[in-house]
C-alpha cells in the first residue's frame, strides 16, 4: 500500500521547535519531490516547503523563511520539516505530499498542493 505518514506534531510554546517526519510506505522517496503543507481552522491549506527529487533544491514560504527547513533521508524513505522559533501563527494540521515530476521546485509546490491526496496530517500547536 502506497502512503505518507505524517508524525512529529506535538504543543509546544512560541519560539520552540519541532521536527516533523513524512514517512513513506510502498514507494522510494528518492525519486519524488516531497512537499510541507498546512491548514489552520478557517483557512485554505497553504504550502510551506517542498524539495525537488533531483538536485534537492527547496523552496519555502515566505511565511516560514529562516525558521523552516526541510530535509529528506532517503535511507530511511522519510523527509523532515525542522521548524524553529514557532509562532503562535504556525498552528495548523501540517500534511506532506508526494509527486514523481521533476519540475522546478516552486511549481512542485504548486502542484503538489493542487493535487494532494491527503492524509490525516500531524497537529501543531504553538501556544503559551
Known amino acids: 500500500q502506497v502512503q505518507l505518514v505524517e508524525s512529529g506534531g506535538g504543543l509546544v510554546q512560541p519560539g520552540g521547535s519541532l521536527r516533523l517526519s513524512c514517512a513513506a510506505s510502498?514507494?522510494?522517496?528518492?525519486?519524488?519531490?516531497i512537499g510541507w503543507f498546512r491548514q489552520a481552522p478557517g483557512k485554505e491549506r497553504e504550502g510551506v516547503s517542498c524539495i525537488s527529487s533531483s538536485d534537492g533544491s527547496t523552496y519555502y514560504a515566505d511565511s516560514v523563511k529562516g525558521r523552516f527547513t526541510i530535509s529528506r533521508d532517503n535511507a530511511k524513505n522519510t523527509v523532515y520539516l525542522q521548524m524553529n522559533s514557532l509562532k503562535p501563527e504556525d498552528t495548523a494540521v501540517y500534511y506532506c505530499?508526494?509527486?514523481?515530476?521533476?519540475?522546478?521546485?516552486?511549481?512542485?509546490?504548486?502542484?503538489?498542493?493542487?493535487?494532494?491526496?491527503w492524509g490525516k496530517g500531524t497537529q501543531v500547536t504553538v501556544s503559551s
Open positions: 505530499e508526494a509527486n514523481p515530476r521533476d519540475w522546478p521546485v516552486h511549481t512542485m509546490c504548486v502542484i503538489m498542493g493542487l493535487t494532494g491526496s
Open positions: 510502498g514507494f522510494t522517496l528518492d525519486y519524488y519531490a
